[in-house]
C-alpha cells in the first residue's frame, strides 16, 4: 500500500512537469524527456559520474562530521544540566549563521579544496543534529537511566545501552535533516569556489543559460537522495525500530 502511494506521487509530479512544460517555454520549465536526455549525455561522457561522485563523497564525509559532533553534543546537552547550560549557545549561534558564511570562512582558511567543503558541511550541519539529539534525550524513560545509576552502570554503557537505543528515532530524523543541509551546503561550496562537483556544473550552465542541464544535474542529485533514503535509510530505520507497537489511527 505504502509504495503504491509513493509511485502515484511520483506519477502525479511527473504529470504536473508534463503539463506546465506545455504552459510555459522550454527556457523557464523544459518537459521531462529532454531533461532525462540530457541526464543520459552527461552519465554517457562520463562527467556525471565523477561530479556526482565528487558531491556525494563531501555529502557523506561531511555528513559523518555532522553526525559525530552533533549527537555528542546532543547527549551531553540532554543528560547534562549543566552540559546544556554550556553548550546550548553554541548550538544556537551556529543555527543561526548563514551556510554560506560557513562556506567562505571554510574556503578561506583551507583553500579550494575537498577539505575545506567537506568541513563546512559537517559545521554547518551539526547544530540541527545537536537539536534533534538534544530533544531525543529528554525525551528517553528517565527510570531506566536512573536504575542504571543504582546497579552503577558505567557512564559508557549507560550511554550506548540505555540512552542511544531509545534516541534511535531522532538519530535517523538528525540524519535525514542533516543529509538535506550536507546537499545544500556542498553545492553552495561548489558554486562559490571548487571546480568539481554538481554545485560546479549547476553554476557553469547558469552561466550558458541551459534551464535543461539545470534541472537535469538538479534532478540526478535527487534522484541519488531519494537513493539513499528508500535504499537505505528506511530499511535500516524498520530494522532497529521492529520493536516499536505500530499505532493504527
Known sequence: MHTTLKIYSVLVLLIAWVVLSFVFSPQILPGPIPVFQAIGENLTSGDGFFHLYKTIFRVLLGLAIAMIIGSAFGIVMGISPKGEKFLESWVMVGLTIPAVVYAIITLLWFGLNDFAAIIAIGITAFPAVAINMWQGVKDIDMQLVT?????????????????LPQTVPYILAATRYALGISWKIATTVELIGMSS??????????????????????????????GIEFLLINPFEKRVTAWRTVVQV
Open 147 to 163: 536504575m542504571a545509576q543504582a546497579f552503577q552502570v558505567p557512564r559508557r554503557d549507560l550511554i550506548l545501552k540505555v540512552v
Open 197 to 226: 562537483g554538481v554545485g560546479y556544473m549547476l553554476n557553469y550552465w547558469f552561466g550558458l543559460f541551459s534551464m535543461t542541464q539545470v534541472l537535469a544535474w538538479a534532478l540526478s542529485f535527487t534522484i541519488v537522495l531519494l
